[in-house]
């Protein structure tokens, strides 16, 4: 496999600006490590405080952004991966149950003081640093192992952030992700006029219901590609008017088209 199946670095914005870390999703799994800001972490609605040397997971398509509290210089390590990488040596996928086995937005946070000795900074500087993926991919296979025995911790001893309005919001959208999600809809649903509605999703979410809703229709419809099912009919089923509508916010977010990603079994 290749080594682009995992890619990693670290990133430093001296003088970070609120505009630049808008709501995003991502097709890999994404690994945080957070080494200095001032700043909290939205994932799907729910906000976590960072301090030096947390971590932050996030699978694919699980929305989230930066909440910076003021421009202190922002520096943190990245990880993204395929999950497939580990398909031949953990079919039952218990390697990735910390990403996948929890709901949207909740035990999204590691704290530092989980491991003082700094295990994870070190796996992240060896990720970063080696250049063959075989390599790569031994690292991260630890730093997963070490995240993994923390998990039931975390649940145990972690209290969760209390679920917003927004985040009431987004498990509403998901869970009927291809009804009609009108403003007419959700504001009967959640007894809130459409501007109340807009505010304070935007506020929480960093985006739009209306681009929160289309990022989720898309990701969704990754998926029905990549499982065989015909651009066309996924066109329609993901919720959208016309395939040309379809086409185009798909390149867009993705930078290929609907038949690049479509397999056919």
Not at 87 to 93: A, C, H, L
Not at 181 to 198: T, V
Not at 230 to 241: A, L, R, T, Y
Request: charged share 25%.
């Amino acid at each position: 496999m290749s080594s682009k199946a995992i890619t990693g670095g670290i990133v430093t914005n001296p003088t970070p600006m609120k505009e630049r870390f808008e709501m995003h999703a991502h097709s890999t799994y994404e690994i945080l490590y957070f080494i200095s800001g001032d700043a909290d972490y939205a994932v799907e609605g729910n906000v976590y405080s960072l301090k030096s040397g947390d971590i932050m997971l996030m699978r694919k398509s699980e929305s989230h952004y930066l909440k910076l509290r003021s421009n202190a210089v922002y520096s943190r390590g990245v990880i993204n991966f395929d999950p497939g990488i580990f398909s031949s040596v953990d079919e039952e996928g218990r390697m990735l149950s910390i990403f996948k086995d929890r709901p949207l937005g909740m035990y999204n946070h590691y704290p530092a003081e989980l491991f003082p000795d700094n295990k994870w900074g070190y796996y992240f500087e060896r990720i970063c640093s080696c250049c063959k993926f075989w390599e790569k991919k031994i690292f991260l296979s630890a730093l997963l192992c070490e995240l993994s025995s923390c998990y039931e911790r975390i649940v145990s001893e972690t209290k969760l952030p209390e679920q917003s309005v927004a985040s009431h919001l987004s498990d509403y959208i998901n869970t009927h992700l291809f009804d009609t999600l009108s403003l007419e809809k959700l504001s009967s649903e959640f007894f809130l006029s459409r501007s109340q509605l807009n505010r304070i999703f935007k506020k929480d979410m960093g985006t739009t219901l209306y681009n929160y809703i289309l990022l989720k229709r898309l990701f969704h419809s990754q998926k029905l590609l990549r499982d065989g099912v015909n651009p066309n009919q996924v066109s329609s089923d993901c919720g959208f008017n016309d395939y040309v509508s379809f086409y185009k916010a798909y390149k867009r977010l993705f930078n290929t088209s609907p038949k690049a990603d479509f397999i056919k079994k």
